[in-house]
């Protein structure tokens, strides 16, 4: 029988610090129409072990919503057994009783409230199921409860009284968990691993668990990389699911890859650090800010085309500070359009130096946008001719699927392409950074396989 040694992290009676509350006559009215005016042992004897009120039930966590925090070796070795249907411990659980003093006017009334909770076939506390949808036989082990704390008010000997105790508590599944075939791990990965058939699913990972990688950053679970093309698709797998198919997100993998290239200082000048979106903003002082921008273009929510960038600049290239303060109210306002996947928001005020600063922000945005036009319609090139020749060989020919079965989308296949192989040429340069491109880079210089 296996024993799940950190249980409080790991598994247990329900969740977070495992701080259980049952209050004993105190809300349910039933409940407080038994206890009132008793102490614990005369309800206990009254109704022999049959209470005229539901027993409480308390919820048995299991792993499941702690995969990202063990490698799945510990999860194997904890919880193997019990997949297959052998009993397992949880050593630590945790049961918080809150009560008045009439019930338990005492530590040895409270000790024997406790053991009459916690004995089996309890009257007074039940187990539910497995993280809600896992039939399992819980009882509690013999001998292994204790009270651990136990305060009561001294100045009202009827007043509020609360105490904890721990217990080891005994688990096995009642059925069987299906067989389940996850081949499909070959090509694509298990996304959202806190989903139904969670158990199913992980118990046929476990079996070969080190044949396996589970992606923290992106929550998913895929066949371990056993060659370069396979690395390379895992690294491409994990830029695909970093915000999906989106020319801003590319165009910041290009600047990384690119950052010789003419346009790209010409690009970052202008480029707001400051959030964490995929942005552009143009200023006449030249900050990037928000607040100071003349010309901010940003990506909304869905995904920004060609013609919505071209649309932008039409109406960037076409507008006039005159105009603007027209849109605008009369005491200072903002002028936004939205074309698409792409805003532009046009900061107005009334200072006399307006028209001088709108003039210089909306250049440099018409300059920087021709520049990431031309930047798309390159890279819409190069994926009607080239792409396909070159993801095959980048990925070594295996293949390599999202999560609902279809292919990456192909700028993010473009974008991953770039930095991959930017990074190859000098891994160096990108182990100070932080994220999966300092990731990827170390296993470059280490000569390993990258899986996440």
């Known amino acids: 029988m296996n024993i799940v040694e950190n249980s ?28 009132h005016g008793k102490s614990f042992k005369e309800v206990d004897k009254a109704f022999g072990g049959m209470p005229p009120f539901t027993p409480f039930v308390k919820k048995i966590y299991g792993f499941k919503r702690l995969v990202n925090q063990f490698p799945l070796s510990v999860l194997a070795r904890d919880w193997g057994g019990f997949l297959n249907g052998e009993p397992v411990v949880l050593p630590e659980n945790e049961l918080v009783f809150r009560s008045f003093g009439e019930t338990i006017p005492n530590r040895e009334m409270g000790e024997y409230m406790m053991n009459a909770f916690l004995r089996k076939d309890s009257a007074y506390l039940k187990f539910g199921k497995l993280d ?65 058939g969670f158990y199913s699913m992980i118990k ?15 929550n998913y679970i895929i066949k371990k990389a056993e060659c370069e093309g396979e690395s390379n698709g895992r690294f491409a797998l994990e830029q695909a699911y970093n915000g999906g198919e989106n020319f801003f997100k590319y165009l910041n993998y290009w600047l990384v890859a690119n950052s010789n290239h003419p346009y790209a200082k ?42 919505d960038l071209e649309n932008g600049l039409a109406f960037v290239q076409n507008i006039t500070a005159s105009r603007a303060r027209e849109l605008a109210s009369e005491f200072g306002s903002n002028v936004y359009r939205r074309f698409y996947g792409v805003s532009i928001n046009l900061r107005v005020n009334k200072s006399d130096l307006f028209g001088e600063e709108f003039n210089e922000a909306r250049k440099a945005a018409v300059e920087a946008l021709n520049m990431m036009i ?24 295996h293949k390599i699927l999202t999560g ?49």
């Open 8 to 35: 409080l992290v790991l598994a247990g009676v329900d969740g977070g610090s495992r701080d259980v509350t049952i209050v004993v006559g105190e809300s349910n009215r039933r409940v407080a129409d038994a206890f």
């Open 132 to 196: 809600d949808n896992i039939d399992v036989h819980a009882e509690v082990v013999e001998g292994s409860q204790r009270l651990t704390y136990f305060r009561k008010q001294k100045i009202d000997p009827n007043g509020k009284v609360m105490m904890r105790c721990k217990f080891a508590l005994r688990i096995q599944l009642k059925r069987a968990l299906p067989e389940v075939n996850v081949g499909f791990l070959d090509t694509m990965p298990w996304t959202d691993v806190g989903s139904g």
């Open 204 to 218: 046929a990972v476990l079996k070969n668990h080190e044949r396996y990688h589970y992606s923290k950053s992106c």
């Open 266 to 307: 010409a690009l970052e000048e202008h480029r707001d650090l400051s959030t964490r979106g995929n942005l552009f903003a143009w200023s006449a002082s030249g900050k990037g800010s928000f607040w100071n921008s003349m010309v901010y273009i940003y990506n909304e929510e869905k995904v920004p085309r060609l013609i």
């Open 374 to 397: 031309s930047i798309y319609r390159e890279a819409s090139f190069y994926i009607k001719e080239k792409l396909p020749a070159d993801w095959e060989a980048f990925t070594e020919g």
């Open 404 to 452: 609902d079965g279809t292919e990456i989308p192909d700028l993010d296949k473009c974008g991953a392409m770039m930095v991959a192989q930017a990074i190859s040429v000098d891994p160096q340069m990108f182990l100070d950074g932080k994220g999966s491109f300092a990731a990827f880079a170390h296993h470059r210089m280490v000569g390993e396989f990258y899986n996440g």
